[in-house]
């Protein structure tokens, strides 16, 4: 089993709103990523979680944060976003992502987050 | 640092046509390389992946080899379907697995 599973698979929230997208993945990998796609775009990385700890952030806006609660679940919280924001967010996850690491990232179907 | 550049698109083909989508890399070390693909409203499926230079990934009719000489890593299929219609992005994989991807190239084939 390859799946990556993400919730919810549509959200519209206000500039005002909290809200969190969920990734969960059973195939005991641990490393868990978070993706940014604008519209005919190329994902572009967020966050990358390696056994659970958070190893990579690539200057990412505060309004976003993290979170993996365990190795099989990620989380994105949401918080006073801006309508630039609106994309598809992808999560992926491999084996592992150390230094040499070059094992396939899974991704999931994404999260469509319209922010009004 | 770390790139990859693909053809612009879109490609459109009629269907049993050849393709070939052109994708260049540069990078320090050996990276690995990978086609993915996106069909409309999905996530980004792998679609072959090699490692090594002279390595050929191979899935579903597509193929690509990874030329260390000329730093490419080309897809080719010998017939496309109307099902191929998706984007195809390259990408290779930096230190810390993080993915350096392609523009992408969207394809468009017609019966």
């Known amino acids: 089993d390859t799946e990556v599973t993400q919730t919810p698979k549509h959200l519209v929230m206000g500039m005002t709103n909290k809200k969190s997208l969920k990734c969960e993945q059973h195939?005991?990998?641990?490393?868990m990523y978070w993706y940014k796609q604008k519209a005919k775009k190329p994902p572009e990385l967020m966050f990358v979680?390696?056994?659970?700890?958070?190893?990579i952030n690539e200057s990412v806006p505060s309004r976003f944060s993290p979170e993996c609660p365990n190795s099989s679940l990620l989380n994105l919280h949401l918080h006073a976003l801006q309508p630039e924001d609106s994309a598809l967010y992808l999560c992926?996850?491999?084996?592992?992502?150390?230094?040499?690491?070059?094992?396939?990232?899974?991704f999931g179907p994404g999260t469509r987050l319209t922010v009004l | 640092g770390n790139s990859v550049t693909q053809m612009e698109g879109p490609v459109t083909l009629s269907e049993e046509a050849f393709l070939t989508i052109n994708c260049t890399y540069t990078?320090?070390?050996?990276?690995?390389l990978f086609w993915y693909v996106q069909y409309p409203g999905e996530g980004l499926q792998l679609l072959l992946k090699?490692?090594?230079?002279?390595d050929k990934g191979s899935n579903k009719g597509f193929e690509a080899t990874y030329r260390k000489e000329t730093t490419s890593f080309h897809l080719e299929k010998g017939s496309v379907q109307v099902s191929d219609s998706a984007v195809y992005f390259c990408?290779?994989?930096?230190?810390?697995?993080?993915?350096?991807f392609g523009a992408g190239t969207r394809l468009a084939v017609h019966p």
């Open positions: 992926a996850s491999s084996q592992d992502n150390s230094y040499l690491s070059t094992d396939t990232q899974y």
């Open positions: 090699a490692t090594k230079a002279d």
């Open positions: 990078a320090t070390g050996y990276p690995s």
């Open positions: 979680y390696s056994y659970e700890k958070l190893s």
């Open positions: 990408a290779l994989s930096g230190g810390y697995n993080k993915l350096i």
């Open positions: 195939m005991g990998h641990r490393a």
